[in-house]
């Protein structure tokens, strides 16, 4: 179980520095980059909630 966490974890912060790489590629102003990251981390966070409640009995 808490491996399955510290798993999508780990994919939330390759995900959210793959957004960042890619933004700072393009060269898009700082603030512009901060939201995009900000937006993709807790889209990921929002997924992860959604899958461990769903995996949790008691909810």
């Known amino acids: 179980?808490?491996?399955?966490t510290y798993g999508l974890q780990f994919?939330?912060?390759?995900?959210?520095?793959?957004?960042f790489v890619?933004?700072?590629?393009?060269?898009?102003?700082q603030m512009e980059i901060r939201r995009r990251v900000a937006r993709e981390r807790r889209?990921?966070?929002e997924h992860i909630c959604y899958i461990l409640r769903k995996a949790s009995p008691n909810e």
Request: net charge positive; glycine share 4%; aromatic share 4%.
């Open 22 to 29: 890619d933004a700072l590629r393009k060269s898009e102003p």
């Open 11 to 19: 994919s939330v912060m390759g995900r959210t520095k793959d957004v």
């Open 43 to 45: 889209r990921m966070l």
């Open 1 to 4: 179980m808490w491996r399955n």
